[in-house]
């Protein structure tokens, strides 16, 4: 890895309207990008010109645009599936308090250890942890000493932060991740430094 420090901005894509509440996981829905305020406040704080890295889905990539359009200038994105929100399987779509209506047999052993108890046919947020590490790792390396926007999910935010302080998934689950937030989190010869965590307009 590059002696030299590589910069990480990673932002939550924009906020998805859901009054239900729904879990969206992987389901690739788009977000609104209506309040060019916020937008624009978050474009100024993002230095241009960064590697741009998203995880494939709609609402990332909606969310780069509308910071371009905020006049943030960005190359054209390296998608990295591995960043990718969490797995929830066959929850993805409904929302909790369905699920506890139904009274899902899945959810009480989910609830009793969230980090490390996989949603029927998803991932674990440690599966989560391990691959966002992996990525973390793989792009500074071929990329070291470079300021990095990754435009992803709250999930792969606060695994970025367990990689980043060495904490247990359960610990990183703590962490509040708005949408358009921005956490800041370097590289550097002595290892991972945290500059700022959920970083917001308001």
């Known amino acids: 890895m590059s002696s030299s420090i590589t910069r990480w901005w ?15 996981g992987q389901l690739d ?13 978050l474009a100024q704080r993002v230095p241009s010109h960064s590697l741009l890295v998203e995880s494939g ?21 390296l998608i990295e599936p591995d960043l990718m929100e969490q797995d929830f399987g066959r929850w993805q779509g409904r929302s909790w308090n369905e699920l506890q209506t139904a009274k899902d047999p899945d959810l009480p052993d989910f609830w009793r250890d969230p980090a490390h108890t996989a949603p029927p046919g998803g991932e674990s947020f440690v599966e989560v942890c391990l691959r966002v590490k992996a990525a973390l790792e793989r792009i500074s390396l071929s990329y070291g000493g470079r300021d990095i926007l990754a435009v992803i999910h709250a ?3 606060r695994a970025a932060l367990a990689a980043a302080l060495d ?20 590289v550097t010869s002595d290892g991972w430094r945290v500059d700022g965590v959920n970083i917001t307009a308001v």
Not at 15 to 20: A, E, H, L, M, W
């Open 167 to 186: 904490l247990d998934p359960s610990q990183a689950l703590r962490f509040a991740v708005q949408p358009l937030s921005l956490t800041r989190i370097d």
């Open 57 to 77: 889905l709609m609402r990332c990539r909606q969310t780069s645009g509308a910071l371009e359009a905020a006049g943030l200038v960005l190359p054209p994105p």
């Open 29 to 41: 829905v788009p977000c609104d990008v209506s309040d060019e305020d916020d937008f624009r406040q």
């Open 10 to 24: 990673l932002v939550r894509h924009g906020p998805v309207p859901c009054p239900q509440g729904r879990i969206h």
């Open 155 to 157: 999930g792969a935010i």
